[in-house]
């Protein structure tokens, strides 16, 4: 997803397997697996764009983690921890929402980002599935570029 001018971009995150099935582990799933969104910068005049990501359709009954959870945060920045001044205002809008505002202006908030999103259902704690592997048939993890 490419993103020129700036807009909200919403996220669905549902749940691998319906969670009734009790099949032991599962994972969340971004959009349908389409988790990747890339952004062009924006002019002086432009307001932030912001993401959101909402649990939906057979996750829509469970919570993001809180965003302070020493092992299973809801939002996790993995490997490179982008400038505070580029992604802002992390929040919880609800159980099942969460937003960030992503301040892309000039040449230094250019980068690529990978996340990692938590969720609980009752008891049990689900995670965005990572994936180690490299080269062409590997799969891109849950990511943000500003270019």
Known sequence: MNNNTAQ?????VELYRDPRDDGGDNLLIINRGKHSLSFEKLSGTDEPHSITWTLTGNASDGEFCALDEADNPGFLWLVRIPNEKIFQNLQSTGRNKLTIRNVHRDKSSEGLWHYQLFARFGDKVYGVPLN???????EANPSIKNT
Do not use: Q
């Not at 909200?8 to 669905?12: L, P």
């Not at 180690?132 to 590997?138: E, L, S």
């Open 8 to 12: 909200h971009i919403e996220m669905s």
């Open 132 to 138: 180690f592997g490299c080269g062409a048939a590997a």
